[in-house]
């Protein structure tokens, strides 16, 4: 059985930071992209970061850029996503997902990540206060 499972979430006051973690099993973890989405309270959901589990190659979306950091640890079978000067603005579930088969040659687009993962978690949430 393939799980996602987010933790990390919380509550923090604006200016800093968490850690959010994504632990897969039931997949080959080197087969597969894994990308942080988020969804705001009626909003769509958003693409925040991707790792290419195979070779690290990373991408993130144009709001968290140069405040958030994707990185894994293969033999956890773990992505983190570390956020840093966090805004009000972040607040959202953050969802991880992975898209098996992604190569970095195809480049990422998160709008057809969204449409094409093959698993997700159940979302960790965050909060984040003024």
């Known amino acids: 059985e393939v799980q996602l499972v987010e933790s990390g979430g919380g509550l923090v006051q604006a200016g800093g930071s968490l850690r959010l973690s994504c632990a897969a099993s039931?997949?080959?973890?080197?087969?597969?992209?894994i990308a942080w989405y988020r969804q705001a309270p009626g909003k769509e959901r958003e693409g925040v970061s991707c790792i290419v589990s195979s070779d690290g190659n990373t991408y993130y979306g144009d709001s968290v850029k140069g405040r958030f950091t994707i990185s894994r640890d293969s033999v956890k079978n773990t992505v983190y996503l570390q956020m840093d000067n966090l805004k009000p603005e972040d607040t959202a579930v953050y969802y991880c997902?992975?898209?098996?088969?992604?190569?970095?040659?195809?480049?990422?687009?998160?709008?057809?990540?969204?449409?094409?993962?093959?698993?997700w978690g159940t979302g960790t949430p965050v909060t984040v206060s003024a």
């Open positions: 039931g997949i080959i973890f080197a087969d597969y992209a």
């Open positions: 997902g992975a898209l098996m088969g992604f190569r970095t040659e195809y480049g990422w687009d998160f709008a057809k990540g969204l449409d094409g993962m093959d698993y």
